[in-house]
């Protein structure tokens, strides 16, 4: 069974400019969270998604957002880019009802320059 | 608010023993466990759900006070593979019942075993 995918692996962007991630989930899965990581804050809950919905959200300025398709796949949206934003944005996905297990992509490792 | 993990790093040798904590000022419906090593995702460890319960598998366990708000992780006769970085993640009570509520990890202990 396959995990979960992210893509690109590797971004570099420059401040200003806007960006989009993309997140697999392992299949039959209808949850997926997104989380960024930075070695000072750890990690940190952007928002999740299930059905199509945002059903929770993290204390992140509007200029991150995302969405989720029929196929449980999700993008997260980062426009006008900051320095800050530089970070390790991770997705995680679940099965959803009765079922808390996280199962954690590789990540996207964006670099503002 | 991130719950307060302790110690911020240990360094052990092999087949020593480490318990990492977890507090939280909020009350809690369940605690989680994970662990990442360098340069990877994290990997799920368990799930213990309010009513003070104590899991294991391995030589790795864990039990949860939800009336202190607490979690403790414990590993026994660690292993050099037990290395990395031990995540606790919160979640509040009344989650519904459907889909991931949100969880709030602390910032990590670093575990790093020396043979």
């Known amino acids: 069974k396959a995990g979960v995918t992210q893509t690109p692996r590797y971004l570099i962007k420059t401040r200003g400019q806007q960006v989009t991630l993309s997140c697999s989930p392992i299949?039959?899965?209808?949850?997926v969270s997104w989380y960024q990581q930075t070695p000072g804050q750890g990690l940190q809950f952007l928002f999740e998604y299930f059905s199509e919905t945002q059903r929770n959200k993290g204390n992140f300025p509007g200029r991150f957002s995302g969405r989720q398709f029929s196929n449980s796949r999700s993008e997260m949206n980062v426009s006008t880019l900051e320095l800050g934003d530089s970070a390790l944005y991770l997705c995680a996905s679940s099965l959803g009802q009765q079922s808390r297990e996280q199962f954690f992509g590789p990540g996207t490792r964006l670099t503002v320059l | 608010q991130q719950p307060v993990q302790s110690p911020q790093a240990v360094i052990l040798r092999e087949g020593e023993d480490a318990v990492i904590n977890c507090s939280s000022s909020?009350?809690?419906?369940?605690v989680h466990w994970y662990r990442q090593k360098h340069g990877e995702a994290p990997v799920f460890l368990m799930i213990?759900?309010?009513?003070?319960e104590q899991k294991g598998h391995d030589k790795i366990s864990a039990s949860f006070n939800e009336k202190k708000q607490q979690s403790s992780l414990y590993l026994t006769a660690s292993q050099l593979s037990y290395s990395g970085t031990y995540f606790c993640?919160?979640?509040?009570?009344?989650?519904?019942?459907?889909?991931?509520?949100?969880?709030?990890f602390g910032t990590g202990t670093r575990l790093t075993i020396i043979p």
């Open positions: 909020k009350a809690l419906y369940s």
């Open positions: 213990l759900l309010k009513g003070g």
């Open positions: 299949s039959g899965h209808r949850s």
């Open positions: 993640g919160t979640e509040s009570p009344r989650p519904s019942n459907f889909g991931n509520e949100k969880l709030t």
